[in-house]
């Protein structure tokens, strides 16, 4: 018999709605912990549909997180589905990020798990590896249109785990009305290097009304840490589901981050805790208090609109100076999964098929989920998407010859990491701990958290 744990944190909101992102904006809410519950015991009782008639419809139940204009467009990619299959209905079942993880855990602890799980990547490899979870390598989905990375990025030894609803990128989003109004040119991100970007912000901070600064701090989120361990060389993860880096890297990265602050290219400690619990409306790159911020690329739409600015998608500096060295990679936003206790696995793939790869779901599902990772259907909804999102597609396009190498996928209990990370940079902007003892204190925590 095999336990399962609940993820180890589910404090942010995951990238697909945040920067370094949605995972920033939300604070912790401390409703997972660790707790246990029998899920393996494959037995033909529990989990999955609803019973059903022999001769009546297929109902899958359908689970996501997000808000109502998530749960809005989800509901019309439904109806659309059932359109063309009137024999399988699609019950939904959604609700807020910060309750999502803790409902999954005690429904698959039950054998009650929905059939179609909208699943993060923080906690894919957690699910796969405990059985939770179905091959959709086994069904007929076709994944032939579908960007490489993305796809492999819901593959593990326990198969295709996941199919990617949308891709995004690591970026830095930059409001060109704080440049211009201090006077400061707009940075090349093709040639900029990590120098560039703190003489930059330095600059701006100096030529700004008090409050404002050059650029948001770093280090409250795993995004911007791996962009930089890649540029380095190392990596968040191994393949083999250990730490890809020691504590001197860690250290390192913070103690660039003091070197901002201390040159206020950023802002103070304390407005960097203000910072963290602000919804993204009132992030300082949204009231235009930072001219740059760490985000994920899908959430340049709703920056721009809250910032009534328009705004523009930066690569991340390098140290060369070269944008081929940026070291970026396509991030799956979040997976369509399935639990492998579906008592309808064809209906279910078909379900999930029809999600990635029909132009009647991506007319429906449009952005919402980050770039749409099915070629042919991005290029088909193109024309119905904002001004905005068309951006986003543009930049995740521009960037597809630049791209790193996939990383390796977060392993069990990575979802403690981001709490971890934030709780160091913290004690290290407050000058509780050097950076040093912080990168051998955060690096003892992390790799106890996956490997625990």
């Known amino acids: 018999m ?38 393996m015991a494959l037995s033909a009782c529990g989990g999955g549909s609803s019973p059903q008639n022999a001769d009546g419809p297929v109902e899958l139940r359908f689970s996501w997180w997000g808000g109502d204009k ?24 959604f609700g807020d990020w910060s309750g999502y993880w803790d409902k999954l855990a005690t429904q698959v602890a039950a054998n009650d798990a929905p059939d179609i799980i909208q699943m993060d990547e923080k906690y894919i490899t957690e699910y796969s590896s405990r059985g939770a979870l179905l091959d959709l390598s086994k069904y007929e989905i076709d994944t032939s249109k579908l960007d490489e990375a993305a796809l492999n990025a819901g593959k593990s030894e326990d198969g295709l785990t996941g199919i990617a609803a949308g891709i995004n990128a690591a970026t830095i989003l930059a409001n060109p009305a704080v440049f211009e109004a201090a006077g400061v040119a707009m940075p090349d991100d093709s040639t900029w290097t990590w120098e560039d970007f703190e003489k930059t912000a330095s600059e701006v901070t100096a030529k700004s009304p008090k409050g404002t600064y050059g650029a948001a701090a770093y280090g409250t989120d ?10 380095n060389g190392k990596s968040l993860y191994t393949s083999d589901g250990k730490l890809g880096f020691e504590p001197s890297d860690i250290s390192e990265w913070w103690a660039f981050l003091k070197q901002l602050s201390e040159n206020k290219a950023v802002p103070t400690a304390s407005e960097v805790v203000e910072a963290e ?46 944008s081929a060295d940026a070291e970026l990679w396509y991030k799956a936003s979040q997976f369509w999964s399935a639990s492998s206790r579906t008592k309808h696995p064809e209906e279910t793939a078909k379900f999930i098929d029809f ?88 690096h003892d925590e992390m790799k106890s958290a996956i490997s625990s």
């Not at 995951?14 to 939300?26: K, N």
């Open 2 to 39: 095999q336990l399962f744990p609940r993820p180890a944190s589910a404090a942010r909101q995951p990238a697909e709605s945040r920067s370094p992102g949605a995972a920033r904006r939300i604070r912790k809410t401390g409703i997972v912990a660790a707790a246990a519950a029998v899920v």
């Open 70 to 93: 998530r749960a809005q467009l989800t509901q019309e990619a439904i109806k659309q589905f059932e359109a063309e299959n009137p024999n399988i209905k699609i019950k939904p079942e």
């Open 222 to 231: 795993e995004a911007s840490l791996g962009v930089w361990l890649r540029q």
């Open 277 to 322: 619990a602000a919804p993204l409306d009132q992030s300082g790159l949204a009231t235009g208090k930072n001219a740059m911020a760490f985000w994920w690329s899908n959430q340049a739409p709703a920056l721009e609109k809250a910032s009534g600015s328009d705004l523009k998608i930066l690569r991340f500096p390098t140290k060369t100076g070269s």
């Open 355 to 442: 999600l990635a790869n029909n132009v009647k779901a991506g007319e429906a599902l449009l952005a919402d989920r980050g770039v749409y990772p099915n070629s042919e259907v991005r290029a088909a909804i193109e024309s119905k998407l904002t001004p905005a999102d068309v951006k986003v597609v543009k930049f995740i396009d521009q960037i597809k010859d630049e791209l790193g190498e996939a990383p390796a996928p977060p392993p069990k209990g990575a979802g403690a990491i981001q709490e971890i990370i934030k709780r160091y940079t913290s004690e290290v902007l407050f000058e509780r701990l050097s950076t040093d003892e912080a990168g051998k204190k955060a």
